[in-house]
């Protein structure tokens, strides 16, 4: 398989039922988010995690690849079929696990911190902005053209990624800048 097909050099490009739209839809760009997530998500891993908070991230990142198959999925054609793209309230239920996991071993958050730390910790926080800017195009979709459990993934991660920057820097013995 050619990694160039020359179908998209007019600027379209297509769903996963076929049609053809501009590569600067809403939908698109917001799939495109979720792709850039997922390229800061693997910053983060390449930048040296704890091994269990890396095993969490290599989850996540099989489940942005999930959440964009969703979104280049707007009738839900192949997400009947297709397990492997399937997010759903047991991913969110995982998510929040995880926070409790990690927030156990934090000291209680009284201020706002500044993004930053170790390195590790630093991507963190940037894959955590890169998630909101990825929730607010998937939610200028519109409630009914986003299944409430993908906003609420999308949603939920930027608080794990929150809370893994501070778990991350926390055992590296990174002091958190206070704002």
Known sequence: MKIYTRTGDDGETSLFDGRRVLKSAQRVD??????????????????????????????????????????????????????????????????EQWIDRLEAELPPLRRFILPGGSPAGAALHLARTVCRRAERRITALGPNEVESELRAYVNRLSDFLFVAARAVNHRAGVPELEW
Do not use: H, T
């Open 30 to 95: 917001a799939y495109g988010e979720v792709d850039e997530l997922g390229a800061a998500i693997g910053v983060a891993m390449a930048s040296g995690l704890p091994p269990d908070i890396a095993d969490m991230l290599q989850q996540v990142a099989r489940d942005l690849f999930a959440v964009g198959g969703r979104l280049a999925d707007p009738d839900q054609k192949v997400a009947a079929r297709v397990r492997k793209i399937a997010v759903g309230q047991a991913e969110v239920a995982r998510l």
